[in-house]
């Protein structure tokens, strides 16, 4: 499926306690207009159905490549799918053992992902969470996700979107907008160039949508800053973050620690390796990106007028390791 108003699904997530408040089922929507060199997850980004091969899950039974009509399967490679030759028609996931092999995008009609999604709400109710819509970027399908926001809306439940801010603003506010009650809004580099060069597209846009939000503040929007060392994580960059975020009117922020899973996906899916820290930040790295943070601010709350009251870390590796223990995907 393409971008043309029939999203398809990566995963469901519930039991969430990071994307929004209170306990929160996710959905993470394929497609993206960026190409983050260093997104962390990259199975999000293309609109249409991907094939990841895990070599370290492979039995080596030949299945796969028995199966395949395209004969897309050599066997004598670590990435095992010919890329070129194969027409993602997932004939080869049932078939292998090792479970090596996936597809990746299921497509829900509306009713059946709001039937889905309204199973937590005793959850919902009790923690005052709801439901994260997320990605890749689910702005790309407005027609979609008006009708989704609406039916949820009409059953009373907290909705927060994930946005990287690519996004038509008169069609967003007008489809989407009314019905979302929180927006975490990335904003990854502050000069356009190497916003460019790092996401695939120049930050004019995203950075004008965030102003008219903030602006005109129809839902509570909170700017976060994905922590990639040496890319977004600089000194300069935060700074000029802080710039751009004061002079938004914005009134807080979240810094998201670096996350390495996306490499091992980016390789499953048969792209180059990121060239990318394999490792978590530590606990030391992160309080000192949070104080080079706050340092930027105060400097530019003294040049000034600003309206932050927070800024927060994200510590997004102990939910992650909570949820690894208990969560249920769908
Ligand atoms: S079918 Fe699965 S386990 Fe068997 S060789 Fe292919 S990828 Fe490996
Ligand atoms: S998805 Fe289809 S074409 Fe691609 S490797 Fe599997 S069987 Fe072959």
Same mark, same amino acid.
């Given at each position: 499926?393409c971008n043309s108003?029939?999203? &398809?699904?990566?995963d469901?997530k519930?039991?969430s306690?990071e994307d929004?408040p209170?306990i ?5 929507f394929?497609g ?8 962390? @997850? !990259?199975e999000?980004?293309?609109?249409k159905i991907d094939?990841?091969?895990?070599e370290?899950?492979c039995l080596?039974?030949? =299945?796969? #490549?028995?199966s395949c009509?395209q004969?897309a399967? +050599?066997?004598s490679t670590t990435?095992?799918?010919?890329r ?5 028609c ?5 078939i ?5 092999l ?9 009713d059946?992902?709001v039937?889905?999604? %309204? =199973? ?6 009790h923690s005052? *969470?709801?439901v994260?819509l997320?990605?890749g970027?689910?702005t ?7 009708s989704?926001v609406?039916?949820?809306k009409a059953r009373?439940v907290? /909705?927060v979107l994930?946005?990287c801010?690519y996004?038509?603003f008169d069609?967003?506010s =007008?489809?989407?907008l !009314?019905?979302i +009650?929180?927006?975490?809004?990335d904003v990854k580099i502050?000069?356009?160039g ?5 996401? *695939? ?7 004008d949508?965030l =102003?008219? &939000?903030? &602006?005109?503040?129809p #839902?509570?929007?909170?700017p ?5 060392p040496?890319?977004?994580?600089t ?6 973050i ?5 002079? #938004? ?9 670096y996350?390495?899973?996306? /490499?091992e %996906?980016?390789?499953?899916?048969g ?8 490792k978590f930040?530590?606990?030391d790295e992160?309080k000192e /990106?949070h +104080?080079?943070?706050?340092? #930027?601010?105060?400097a530019?709350n003294e040049r000034?007028d600003s309206?932050f009251t @927070?800024?927060s870390?994200?510590d ?5 390791e ?9």
């Amino acid at each position: 499926m393409c971008n043309s108003g029939f999203p &398809l699904v990566v995963d469901i997530k519930r039991d969430s306690l990071e994307d929004g408040p209170g306990i929160r089922t996710v959905v993470f929507f394929k497609g993206c207009p960026l190409r983050c060199t260093f997104c962390h @997850s !990259p199975e999000t980004q293309d609109p249409k159905i991907d094939i990841a091969f895990s070599e370290r899950k492979c039995l080596g039974c030949t =299945r796969c #490549a028995d199966s395949c009509p395209q004969g897309a399967i +050599d066997l004598s490679t670590t990435q095992r799918i010919n890329r070129v030759k194969c027409t993602r028609c997932s004939q080869c996931v049932g078939i292998c053992p090792g479970k090596a092999l996936r597809r990746i995008g299921r497509f829900y009609p509306v009713d059946s992902l709001v039937e889905i999604l %309204m =199973r937590d709400l005793p959850f919902y109710r009790h923690s005052g *969470g709801g439901v994260t819509l997320s990605g890749g970027e689910c702005t790309l399908y407005p027609k979609y996700l008006e009708s989704l926001v609406k039916s949820l809306k009409a059953r009373h439940v907290h /909705i927060v979107l994930e946005t990287c801010g690519y996004f038509n603003f008169d069609v967003f506010s =007008r489809r989407i907008l !009314p019905y979302i +009650d929180l927006i975490y809004y990335d904003v990854k580099i502050a000069d356009p160039g190497t916003h460019s060069k790092h996401t *695939g597209k120049t930050n004019e846009k995203i950075l004008d949508n965030l =102003r008219r &939000l903030l &602006l005109e503040k129809p #839902a509570v929007v909170c700017p976060r800053i994905p922590l990639i060392p040496d890319i977004t994580a600089t000194v300069e960059n935060l700074s000029a973050i802080v710039g751009l975020l004061v002079e #938004a009117g914005a009134e807080n922020v979240s810094l998201l620690p670096y996350n390495p899973m996306g /490499i091992e %996906m980016a390789v499953n899916l048969g792209r180059p390796k990121p060239h990318l820290p394999e490792k978590f930040m530590s606990p030391d790295e992160e309080k000192e /990106i949070h +104080d080079t943070f706050q340092m #930027a601010l105060k400097a530019n709350n003294e040049r000034q007028d600003s309206r932050f009251t @927070s800024v927060s870390l994200t510590d997004k590796r102990r939910s992650r390791e909570w949820k690894q223990k208990t969560s249920r995907s769908i």
